[in-house]
């Protein structure tokens, strides 16, 4: 064939192991009738909340089935950024919101808005799987920064430093997924540092911050003199259990809004409207419904805390927020890879390999907390128990 593909779509992502076998291989076993406890993907295991579902029928039914606004309807514009200025302190306008189908199209909507070709854009590792590739996307060269186990997951100003000669951007997440580090202040002043040093644009996926079990979230957007210089990401998919429907936005000043305006005007030609206003409705039941989405979380981190607290071979990485713990294993001699394989055979467990999110999660096995109490307790504690027979 002498028509070839574009390098772009066919480098988007590297190919060959991505570290996702033990989720497929559970997936496979589970459908050959195998029994096989999944705690490998960030999904709730409860569904979009039957009133909020009202609001999108009636709202379809209602006629809102045409071409929405591009930017997004000016009612979910507004109720965003109400809630952000609410939040945050940093006055926000409609005009700062883009609404985007997913934060997934957010991330990728903010790397376009700041990154050209060949540029260098830094994303901390360990990292959501999806960074590298929308980086890559938009024809940027992705280079992670580790943050370490031992400063539990917080990035520091040092390493950002070190990697930022020449970047662009730095993509930051906050509850972080995987790690489920919460970033101190003291965090987020190093990175606003190093952001103002380097002149860097910092996109900030904020899409876990319903889910915070210690501390509080910050947004750096609302530390001094960053607003001009960080785009937010937001999602409904977290908050409200609302993943199916697609619909988040990006954050950010009026200029760079403006301009992902056309980004949005030649990709997606906007997001439904009644899914839009299914969102308004979400948004104004507040933070009341919020919670009660991030409850089985809460209690479940709970749970794992408990039965670690009683062992000594696994240590957890300080779960500080969103669905996840990630698992320090090294003490059984085996790599994130080997554990989560093992685990799956023996135990009929899947757990994620921590490497599958990058070099920074060697030795340790993130677990999504995505099964009903009963069964995480009994996972969680075959878990540790398949731990403490391998270290012998
Ligand atoms: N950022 C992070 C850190 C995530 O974990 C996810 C989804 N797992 C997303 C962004 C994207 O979510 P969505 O597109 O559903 O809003």
């Known amino acids: 064939m002498t028509r070839t593909l574009s390098n772009r779509i066919t480098t988007l992502t590297p190919g060959g192991s991505d570290g996702w076998e033990v989720f497929y291989r559970a997936r496979q076993m589970a459908e050959a009738g195998e ?7 960030g999904e709730h295991d409860i569904r979009t909340a039957p009133d909020i579902l009202s609001a999108m029928h009636d709202a379809a039914r209602g006629g809102h089935t045409g ?86 997951f917080q990035p520091n100003r040092a390493d950002i430093e070190a990697a930022a000669h020449g970047a662009k951007s730095l993509l930051i997440n ?38 915070v079990w210690e501390g509080d979230h910050l947004s750096p957007r609302a530390l001094p003199d960053m607003a001009d210089r960080t785009l937010v990401v937001g ?32 990709t997606t030609y906007g997001v439904p409207g009644y899914i839009q206003d299914a969102a308004v409705f979400a948004l104004n039941q507040g933070v009341a419904a919020e919670e009660k989405v991030a409850a089985p979380f809460r209690r479940r981190r709970a749970i794992a805390h408990d039965l670690l607290a009683r062992q000594n071979t696994v240590r957890a ?12 294993i090294r003490a059984t001699g085996l790599s994130g890879s080997e554990f989560a394989h ?51």
Request: aromatic share 6%.
């Open 235 to 266: 999602s409904m998919s977290k908050s409200h259990a609302m993943t199916g429907s697609r619909v988040g936005w990006v954050c950010g000043p009026e200029e760079v809004i403006d301009h992902l305006l056309n980004l949005a005007t030649h």
């Open 35 to 41: 029994d096989v406890i999944e705690l490998t993907i």
């Open 174 to 211: 906050t509850p972080n997924n995987p790690t489920g580090a919460v970033y101190s202040r003291a965090t987020l002043e190093g990175i606003a540092a190093a952001c103002a040093a380097h002149d860097l644009w910092l996109i900030s996926d904020e899409v876990y911050d319903t889910q």
């Open 67 to 152: 071409y929405a606004a591009v930017p997004g309807t000016t009612a979910l514009r507004d109720t965003v950024a109400a809630r952000i200025a609410d939040r945050t302190g940093v006055p926000t306008t409609r005009d700062n919101i883009l609404v985007t189908a997913g934060g997934q199209a957010g991330l990728f909507a903010a790397q376009h808005a700041v990154c050209d070709e060949g540029d260098r854009a830094l994303f901390i590792d360990p990292y959501y799987t999806t960074y590298p590739g929308t980086i890559r996307g938009v024809g940027a060269l992705p280079v992670p920064v580790l943050a370490r186990p031992e400063q539990g």
């Open 342 to 392: 093992r685990l799956l055979d023996e135990a009929g467990i899947a757990v994620m390999p921590g490497d599958s999110f990058g070099a920074g999660g060697a030795g340790h096995v993130r677990v999504a907390m995505t099964v009903e109490d009963a069964a995480f307790e009994a996972a969680m504690t075959r878990l540790l128990d398949f731990a403490a027979t391998v270290r012998g």
């Open 317 to 328: 990485a300080p779960a500080q927020g969103a669905m996840y713990v990630m698992l320090d």
